[in-house]
T-cell receptor, first 114, second 112 residues
């Protein structure tokens, strides 16, 4: 199957700082990438859809000025959590779509905001 | 609004004891139903995609089936390494590539 990587795998930051998470498709070109968030014992919740070369589409309730998404190439999308607060602590997971509908997920990034 | 409900929330089986996991869904127009496996602290691993009622897919000890309202993941003679959380997700027809709506998952434990 297609391989997606994320970096970093975990990050700890102070409240008020910004954190950038990278998502790369290693062996396929992803015209669309998705960002999800997963809280403990909860399901994955879609945050935004990222298309290469265009602005991201955010789900209702997700602050686009807080979660900045850039999809600069067919293999790289980044999520920047700006002015992070403890309630932003979560498991962030990206996925990429191949030519078909199947989404392949990265290993996730665990964010802890102190 | 698309909804996915999985049951049971948790399931403990003995090695070799077959069972089924349920995924009930409501969606405005089903484009695809997906099953993933998720190990603790990791991203979901793709298992199956089902597109229409009556469709079945198999992989090793797993078999997924689909009706118009639900999907089942059958596990035959499971082994301890099958222990994981199994996630069901749906994708609706909305044009272009769309995100998935996930259920909360079934946490499966296979005891030796």
């Amino acid at each position: 199957g297609a391989v997606v990587s994320q970096h970093p795998s975990w990050v700890i930051c102070k409240s008020g700082t910004s954190v950038k998470i990278e998502c790369r498709s290693l062996d396929f070109q992803a015209t669309t990438m998705f960002w999800y968030r997963q809280f403990p014992k909860q399901s994955l919740m879609l945050m935004a859809t990222s298309n290469e070369g265009s602005k991201a589409t955010y789900e209702q309730g997700v602050e686009k000025d807080k979660f900045l998404i850039n999809h600069a190439s067919l293999t790289l999308s980044t999520l920047t959590v700006t002015s992070a607060h403890p309630e932003d602590s979560s498991f962030y997971i990206c996925s990429g779509v191949t030519g078909k509908e199947t989404q392949y997920f990265g290993p996730g990034t665990r964010l802890l905001v102190l | 609004e698309d909804q996915v409900t999985q049951s049971p929330e948790a399931l403990r089986l003995q090695e070799g004891e077959s069972s089924s996991l349920n995924c009930s869904y409501t969606v405005s127009g089903l484009r695809g139903l997906f099953w993933y496996r998720q190990d603790p602290g990791k991203g979901p691993e793709f298992l199956f995609t089902l597109y229409s009622a009556g469709e079945e897919k198999e992989k090793e000890r797993l078999k997924a089936t689909l009706t118009k309202k639900e999907s089942f993941l059958h596990i035959t003679a499971p082994k301890p390494e099958d222990s994981a959380t199994y996630l069901c997700a749906v994708q609706a027809y909305r044009g272009g590539a769309d995100g998935l709506t996930f259920g909360k998952g079934t946490h499966l434990i296979i005891q030796p």
